[in-house]
């Protein structure tokens, strides 16, 4: 596979897209995103929002044929100040209806509330489009951060709602922290991965 390469602003649409492709079966993302008419569009605007959210810190990359992402925040970076938050809730709010949107941050706090402090990189969103699942996109867009993480000798961590994404990221050599009950229907699991020295 071909190097990966720093996601531009101008790939924001195709990115997108991409993403919106390959988490239509998310059950964190159907959780949160509304449940009517505009749930395509509200997926659309939740990852317009993360990336926004990660590429000021440089570290959002791609595959060179667009079929795979992973927007990756740097130590001490991932949270969101007061500001961003309150920029970012018009939006969140078209994603997942102003009704939810008050209830939906109340559970989020559950998951926020185990992420760990240690130096770590946070990878906020990996997606690969179903179209080249299989095919080692993902173990590719995990490679050059874990690799500068064990350099660096600091972790990484994500969060995952799909079950049988914990083999695939206990082979990179994760491990589940948290389990953390979003609804009858959602699941996240919280993942650790310790540098290998």
Not at 10 to 23: C, I, K, N, P
Not at 25 to 46: E, I, M, V
Not at 122 to 131: K, R
Request: some cysteine; overall charge positive.
């Amino acid at each position: 596979m071909a190097e990966l390469r720093p996601i531009e602003r101008a790939d924001a649409a195709e990115v997108t897209r991409m993403l919106s492709r390959a988490f239509v079966d998310d059950p964190f993302l159907n959780w949160f995103l509304r449940k009517d008419a505009g749930h395509a569009a509200g997926s659309d605007l939740f990852f317009q929002v993360a990336l926004e959210l990660s590429l000021p810190h440089g570290q959002a990359v791609m595959t060179p044929d667009g079929g795979g992402a992973a927007l990756w925040f740097p130590p001490d970076r991932w949270q969101m100040g007061f500001w961003s938050l309150l920029r970012m809730a018009p939006r969140m709010a078209k994603a997942t209806s102003w009704r939810r949107l008050l209830g939906v941050a109340r559970k989020l706090d559950k998951v926020l509330k185990v992420h760990p402090h240690p130096p770590h990189r946070y990878l906020y969103v990996l997606g690969v489009d179903p179209a080249q699942q299989g095919r080692g996109v993902g173990a590719a867009l995990l490679g050059p951060a874990l690799a500068d993480c064990d350099a660096r000798g600091i972790g990484a961590y994500l969060e995952t709602s799909k079950e049988k994404n914990l083999g695939f990221y206990q082979k990179h050599g994760f491990r589940v922290r948290d389990e953390v009950v979003l609804s009858p229907e959602c699941t996240v699991w919280t993942m650790w991965r310790e540098p290998i020295k």
